[in-house]
């Protein structure tokens, strides 16, 4: 069983920074971590992807060269580092997992889910 526990959302001025992380407990090597968003009245969509072994980075075109993925082995952690926020970006941001090592965009193919925490982005 994997759990998965999000922290770092909070309110940001367009252009401003925030990082998210992600702790992971129970997992093994074999998991890709994904960020997803949620806005209201929206479908939750996908914002990256890495694989744990190997650390091999997937992102939405809408977040190209604005977010970073990443990974700590040592502390069971994934990052999301999201610079030159716009208002676009907020919502409620979700960590997830899957199995295996195939990179899916489609939050349905996602087993575990963190609680979500909040990203808001002011203009």
């Known amino acids: 069983q994997v759990q998965l526990v999000e922290s770092g959302g909070g309110l940001v001025q367009a252009g401003g920074s925030l990082r998210l992380s992600c702790v992971v407990s129970?997992?093994?090597?074999?998991?890709?971590m994904g960020w997803f968003r949620q806005a209201p009245g929206k479908e939750r969509e996908f914002v990256a992807a890495?694989?744990?072994?190997?650390?091999?980075?997937y992102y939405a075109d809408s977040v190209k060269g604005r977010f970073t993925i990443s990974r700590d082995n040592a502390k069971n952690t994934v990052y999301m580092q999201m610079n030159s926020l716009k208002p676009e970006d907020t919502g409620v941001y979700y960590c997830?997992?899957?199995?295996?090592?195939?990179?899916?965009?489609?939050?349905?193919?996602?087993?575990?889910w963190g609680q979500g925490t909040q990203v808001t982005v002011s203009s």
């Open positions: 997830a997992a899957r199995s295996g090592t195939s990179v899916y965009t489609a939050f349905s193919e996602y087993n575990y």
């Open positions: 129970g997992r093994s090597s074999r998991y890709v």
């Open positions: 890495i694989r744990w072994s190997g650390g091999s980075t």
